[in-house]
């Protein structure tokens, strides 16, 4: 599964709005999808934002990983639908295991839960697209009063990821090359077969970090009074859209309770 | 090698395309054939297409469209821990393979994946060690050897499966100069004892001093495929793909145009030719001056 979770400069309406515009997006989207519990309405939020993700011309990186995730979705779904308690049984796999039984109920939370899943990583990655790091550093930073150093830790590490799966891929190359064999056996042994994996890849991330640790500190890094080559001001479509969202939110809140 | 004796190509490649998931067009269609036994350098600027052509010879990276064949079977239809009995792959980076705490170990994990063990396990991880010069340093842990000793490791690795084909990835890259002769006489002497050798370098000299054979890749297409002396010849065609001619090859086409020929391709073979011609130069010179009136004269 290659997920691209980069900047895609694209230059669309939506990557022109400021970042913190398209941050309260996420956060808000976050926050209707907690609050709506029938899969109707999260579906058509998150065909909304397929519909956002085609303006932004970013569908193809989206639809990729929306692929990626469904099968992440499928198992959580199913998860909840097996555990969920409530509700009128449709029917019990292990008679002697009531606790397994799966309720109409059940089955909509499951669904649900899977569809706000979605939702929200979904909406995470239309940020990521169309935002590029340095102006959400400069956003949490001026508007959201957020440190300098831990906004520059959260991004880095958003940063990161796509090195990172990058790395995860060489390496599984690497002892795939040598006749290592991932898919090996029972749980047990698959646990296993993960070391050859798992630890050169810890080796990796370790080395990188100490090295990013010197070239920040010779670069100045933390030293006190930090300016900024430039700084960017939401617009007036920017408030409207942000009003927008908080009316949303606010209309959700209302329904809800 | 069963190649040889049916008389097929151990690695066969057909129309082939990559193209990654995440990015462009990285082979746009490359059709080439290498028999067993044979010492290939594949070159080419940053970006192309290298490291995306060797991997496919092992099932690492399979054919968007087009087919490899590794000695008459479907690459695409075996499973890499297979393939990785005829090839095996040194990759660049040798920290993307170092996880055991123990050198042995290391080197014996590829063959361990094959089903060796006991005597014979031991004797081919030590002749690997051996090879690659890192005896002393059996029982240690990887993670305190040099980045160059490291690189030597995995090569060691690899060697310790024994592998009709070994592909390297830029094995002589940050390797100090004794490093990197020591590594490319472990392969010639592979290389002689039948192994299909075949390494990635940015280092013209390397490709002329060890290869038979060098692939020229630029931009996803193989634009040359040709014995190195060859290739040299197309000065065009390698400043065009980003590379420089190795400097003795340069200087023996400078020097040709002074009608001093020489294509042995070193510095010795050079020097005597230069040396030769200039000793003619002085007899003539001399000749001239004692039997002709002087230099002003022959103008
Ligand atoms: N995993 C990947 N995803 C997307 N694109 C890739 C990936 N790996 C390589 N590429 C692209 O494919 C092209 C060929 O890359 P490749 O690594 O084969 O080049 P190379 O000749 O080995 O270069 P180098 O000399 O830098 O190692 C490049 O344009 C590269 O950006
Ligand atoms: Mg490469």
Redesign the pocket.
Known sequence: M?VSIEYIPTGSPVHRLHALTKLIFALAVLTISMLLSQPLPLLLLFFSLLGIAALASVSQEILSAVKGLLKVAFFLALLQVFFYPEGTVLFAPIPSLPGLSVTDQGIIFGISMALRMMVIVTSFLLFLTTTPARSTVLSLVEYLKVPYDYAFLFITALRFIPTFL?EV?LIGQAQEARAHDFSGGGPLARLKTIFPLALPLVMISLQRAERMAMAMETRGFGLPGRTYYRTEKPGAVDIMVIVALLSAVAAAVLLRF | MPAKLTGRPLIEVRQLK?I?????E??KGIALTIDAGEMIA?V????????????HFNGLLRPTTGTVLLDGQDTAKLPVAQLARTVGYVF?NPDHQIFHERLFDEIAFGPRNLGLRGDELTTRVDSALKAVDLTDYRDRDPGELSRGQRKRAALASVLAMETAVIIL??PTSGQDYQESEQIMAILQELNRRGHTIIF?T?DMELVQEHACRVLL?DD?KLVIDSPPRELFRQEQALTSAGLRLPPTAELEQRLAAFGIHSDAGTVEALAASIARRSSQITARDSFKENCSGGAAACQ
């Open positions: 290659s990058e891929r | 990559h990654y998931r995440s990015g462009g990285a082979l594949v080419g600027r940053n970006g192309a297409g290298k490291t995306t052509l060797t991997k660049q990835d830029e990635i940015h890749i996803g």
